[in-house]
């Protein structure tokens, strides 16, 4: 999977050590200079000094048709522009925004990007909902365990196909945080159906992803 991570500096540090594996091609782009030794230095992978708004210094880095892109600034207005022009530009598949202001994550999702995360709103939503088993985002809260993400194409063979999320119930090992019906994109609740050609976005921990991928490829 070949995964963009465009700046941040111990996020940017804890998303690569989480993704730096021979079967990912990571692409790390960052503003800062002295972040940029760092990153190189701490995770041993090349790390391009560049504006991640920028799409020619973007296509320079290599960020061209990625699986996954993940902006990481401190500014949300940033992020959210560097994923735009992933995902229009430079033909990204999925785009991951982190913000500061909670009030943003409803409208970046609105705007077109895939997945928006913000600790606050992560917080705000966990406390609200607590026993709700249909909130995609309580299951992102993660912080001591490493997160697993995964897609998966779902056949007309499998057992999940036709099924509702909340028949699924992965809620206690993670959640599906976006589906792909054809040129459309689905941000799931528990009433949403699987049906047979979508691409099933799945969040959850590297102790879990072996049991969640079995539960959606198992066989009718």
Partial sequence: MKIVIADGNHEADYIISLFNTKINDLVVINEDPDVCHYLSLMNDVPVMRGRCTRENELR?????????FIALSEDDYKNYVACRTAKQLLGAKRCIAT????KNVKLFKKLGIDMVVCSTYL??????N?????NMVNSLSIEDEQIFIAEIKISEDLKVRGMSLKDINISDMGSVSSITRGNKTIIPNGNTIIETDDKVLIVTTEENKNEIIKIFQRKR
């Fill in 60 to 68: 320079m880095a290599g960020a061209e048709n990625c699986d996954l």
């Fill in 99 to 102: 913000v500061i202001n909670p």
């Fill in 123 to 128: 917080l705000g939503e966990q406390i609200r």
């Fill in 130 to 134: 607590l026993t709700s088993i249909e």
